[in-house]
């Protein structure tokens, strides 16, 4: 089964406004990954927040880890009409396995 | 710099006919291989994952399976394709272990009619 579930699964914002979206995990990982999926296309990385890091800054993006809550938020701030896409994050546990999210699928309005 | 490559880009056949997806890397050497397979608005499932050649873990049994005839070769196979076979199907590469991000191809499309 998927380790990940985000929340919320779509979100409709205006360009300049804030997007903030969840992904709750069951057990404990290594690490935790979020990344962009355009339509269509492949994956792309955004960002990496370790188990022993609470919270991760890269550009407009700000990552914040709760391990006691199984809880991690992506927040994207002052969206642009570029940031639509759907957004997953993933989890790695021990081993070399990743599970994804269900992802949240992000419309930004110009 | 490295690259992953998939093909083909979509593919349609027709149930009970067998399947071969490929996914080929550049630029490193002995990376972890991974294939997902994505349904229609739906999250990233894994399927198999490689640390090596010939090393092959399934997660989720089903119709298809998987090989690593080379170090950066990845090949997902099916004798007889199930119409829930359908879907939009990922290759990925990491390095070794899990601290470390996953770089995708540009996927396959697959219609089983």
């Known amino acids: 089964s998927q380790q990940g579930e985000e929340d919320p699964q779509a979100l409709s914002i205006q360009e300049g406004e804030n997007a903030t979206m969840n992904c709750s995990y069951k057990?404990?990982?290594?690490?935790l990954q979020w990344y962009r999926q355009n339509s269509g296309r492949g994956l792309v990385h955004l960002i990496l927040i370790r188990s022993n890091e609470r919270e991760k800054h890269s550009g407009r993006l700000r990552v914040t880890l709760d391990t006691s809550k199984k809880s991690s938020s992506l927040l994207i701030t002052a969206s642009r009409a570029a940031d639509t896409a759907s957004y997953f994050c993933a989890t790695g546990l021990t081993g070399n396995q990743f599970y994804f999210g269900t992802g949240t699928s992000l419309t930004v309005i110009p | 710099s490295q690259t992953i490559h998939q093909w083909p880009a979509t593919l349609v056949q027709p149930v009970g006919s067998p399947l071969s997806l490929e996914c080929t890397v550049e630029?490193?050497?002995?990376?972890?291989l991974y294939w997902y397979r994505q349904a229609a608005g739906r999250g990233l499932q894994l399927l198999f994952y490689s640390v090596g050649i010939g090393q092959i873990s399934s997660e989720v049994p089903q119709n298809l399976s998987a090989s690593r005839p080379q170090d950066r070769q990845f090949i997902l196979s099916s004798k007889k394709l199930l119409l829930s076979d359908s879907g939009f199907y990922l290759c990925?590469?990491?390095?070794?272990?899990?601290?470390?991000?996953?770089?995708f191809g540009p996927g396959t499309r697959l219609t089983v009619t």
């Open positions: 057990t404990s990982i290594n690490n």
């Open positions: 630029g490193t050497s002995n990376p972890n």
């Open positions: 990925a590469w990491s390095h070794h272990g899990t601290a470390y991000e996953q770089y």
